[in-house]
């Protein structure tokens, strides 16, 4: 949700943007972008979907990952001439790389689950070298977790039943997310470098 | 109100929803940020 959080931001901002310099907001074209649906419906089923995601077997977690994030990174490389994709995929990379090298799941610490679980929380809830709740996290010790500091090490300071961990990789997306958006309202000449361009909202009058 | 919110609607193009939708979900496929309500289902 906090991914979310980004590009909501950044359509309104960018919309405004666009709207304040009465310039039309557009898109850019992305190809096959089929593939990111692709890759989003097994995670639906797995992490979305109150229906499934409960009996969803954990053993098919790190396949359920590690597969679409492999489709995401096709993706990103058909489309890497797009301004701001390379930021999106440096995001995804870097996941995708700490995923990869930790049994498939994105490592958190019992440090950062302390952090983000409130100090009343019932015990058995979780356990090391097991998955966090229902959500792509594995607690690992962060002298069992390959590439540490690319796992969920950041804790936001929210009141601590809306805390969220995340990774640099999180970041680099959210903010990636964020300036494809906001640049859809930019001033002709700083698009200029983009292939096509296609998909308007006129300008608003 | 009712008018600016009729003339946003009137002028979105498919392909900017289309888009938005396609980095929406790109950045939920690819982020793992772990909330504290994964805990609890």
Known sequence: ??????????????????????????????RHFWLVFLAFLPQFFAFNLGATRSSFPDRAIPLVLVSSQTVLLLFTALNIAVPGFWVLGSGLA????????????????????????PANTPPGLWAVGERFGLGKDVVLNQGDTVLWFLSDIFVLPLPQAHRWAFSIGDVLIAAGAFWLLWRMGAPQPARQSDREISGTISEMQ | MKNAFALFVAKIDV??????LVIALFALAAGAPSATITIGG
Request: no cysteine; glycine share 8%.
């Open chain 1, 1 to 30: 949700m906090i991914l979310l959080w980004a590009v909501i931001a950044g359509f309104i901002a960018g919309l405004a943007r666009a709207m304040i310099g009465r310039r039309a907001y557009r898109a850019p074209n992305v």
């Open chain 1, 94 to 117: 870097l996941n995708f790389l700490v995923i990869l090298a930790n049994r498939g799941m994105m490592p958190i610490s019992p440090e950062v689950v302390g952090r983000l679980l």
């Open chain 2, 15 to 20: 392909r900017i929803v289309l888009f938005v």
